[in-house]
């Protein structure tokens, strides 16, 4: 099988380290994974503020660099989202009857981390641990746009040293949502502010979740108010081993006090 890694822009600009977890966690479980360098942007922005035309040839740019691949496999419902639902929009009101066949054949490969992990390989224990109290947010597009349900927590519950706690709310949005943190950042901070004050509640060391980018906007929150809650993605979690229990890349051990982001 055929796999490649959509590291998504923000974990390329600001999460490396999400991106290599994933590498790390499916060579551990037998994949190995190739790094397209032309991949560039999932085109989410320019779609969700509706400059669709303005979005073209970035689908064009992504249907290229993941071409021929089984499976492509990214650290980011969001994205992954986008790829399997937005994609087909753009390139059908282009007009390209090519574009929306290469859209067509690479879209359905793509795999949000948890669905390819439980999906494809079929697996729930990944030899991981990680010995914290945990607490676990859904975020607004795994959830509601590609419905992987159960798929994450399933994941973490058999993590070994990790406890699971149940967030309060946890549906409910954290208050990111891209631009509209932007456009409508006081109430994008009111949101944050109700999931954080959730996250306290579970007296959790860690917030995990499967998008860096919400984990950013909570955990600067958290980092705030010295909550003493670090935010780790779900890629890190499944890649810590016992190995890495003497250093910072698996997170085994993690330095918590004052500390809300990464």
């Known amino acids: 099988m055929r796999v490649a890694l959509m590291v998504t822009c923000v974990n390329d600009a ?3 380290e999400t991106g290599k977890a994933v590498v790390r966690l499916l060579r551990r479980l037998g ?36 071409a021929g ?4 496999v990214t650290p980011s419902g969001s994205c992954a989202g986008s790829a399997r639902h937005q994609h087909g929009l753009v390139a059908r009101r282009s007009g390209d009857a090519g574009l929306a066949a290469a859209v067509a054949e690479t879209s359905p490969k793509v795999y949000e981390l948890s ?28 959830l509601r746009m590609l419905g ?30 891209g631009t509209f943190a932007v456009k409508n950042a006081d ?38 108010q010295q909550a003493g809650v670090r935010v780790v993605h779900l890629a890190e979690i499944l890649a810590s081993t016992e190995a890495d229990a003497g250093g910072p890349s698996g997170h085994p ?9 990464r």
């Not at 360098?37 to 290229?64: H, I, K, S, W």
């Not at 691949?69 to 492509?72: K, M, P």
């Not at 051990?253 to 982001?261: C, I, P, R, S, V």
């Open 14 to 16: 600001m999460f490396p």
């Open 31 to 66: 994949v190995e994974v190739d790094f397209p360098a032309a991949q560039t942007c999932c085109a989410q922005p320019m779609v969700n503020t509706g400059y669709l035309d303005e979005a073209v040839p970035v689908v064009r740019t992504f249907v290229e660099a993941f």
């Open 69 to 72: 691949y089984d499976a492509v």
């Open 115 to 142: 669905e390819f992990l439980v999906d494809v390989l079929g697996v729930v224990d990944v030899g991981a641990y990680f010995p914290h109290t945990v607490t676990y947010h859904p975020t607004c597009h795994s």
């Open 148 to 177: 992987v349900g159960d798929r994450p927590r399933r994941l973490l519950e058999h993590v070994r040293g990790l406890r699971l706690v149940e967030l309060p709310g946890a549906e409910q949005c954290c208050g990111f949502g």
């Open 187 to 224: 109430t994008s901070v009111a949101m944050g502010a109700d999931k954080a004050r959730h996250v306290r509640e579970t007296g959790a060391e860690v917030l995990v979740a499967g998008d860096n980018s919400c984990l950013m906007h909570v955990g600067g929150v958290l980092s705030r």
């Open 253 to 261: 051990q993690l330095g918590l006090a004052g500390e809300g982001q």
